[in-house]
């Protein structure tokens, strides 16, 4: 699984990746990505969407982003979480594994590690 937490803060993105987005959930990834080979020149912004359908032959994507509404969300063409706890806990369950990787992106992250106690 891939989890990602994002605020989105800006909404969905450019005009130009939401039509990329929008061909991407309405053709479906096969034919998504034989649409863009079948061209001559890439459209702006359409090189993420192609990024997102390789990324999800790693896993299922999903995506915590509370400032999307439905309808922005419904065009991500990916598994909406509401709360990034339970999805980890679930993606352990499904994999059975405990094992994760958290890969922060922007200037002013630092990440850090908590322990868990033994009772949570």
Known sequence: DVII??????????PEF???QRRLVTLGADVFVESLLSK?????DEWQSQLQV?????GVIHLY????DAQQHA??????????ATAIDLSFQRHGSRRLAVIPEGP???PHVRR???ND
């Open 116 to 118: 868990a106690l033994a």
């Open 65 to 68: 982003a509370p400032r999307l």
């Open 54 to 58: 390789k990324a999800e032959h790693a």
């Open 40 to 44: 001559r020149h890439a459209e702006i």
């Open 18 to 20: 939401i039509a990329a």
């Open 5 to 14: 937490a994002s605020e989105c803060s800006e909404g969905l993105g450019s």
């Open 108 to 110: 002013y992250l630092v």
């Open 75 to 84: 065009l991500t063409g990916v598994e909406r979480v509401e709360d990034i």
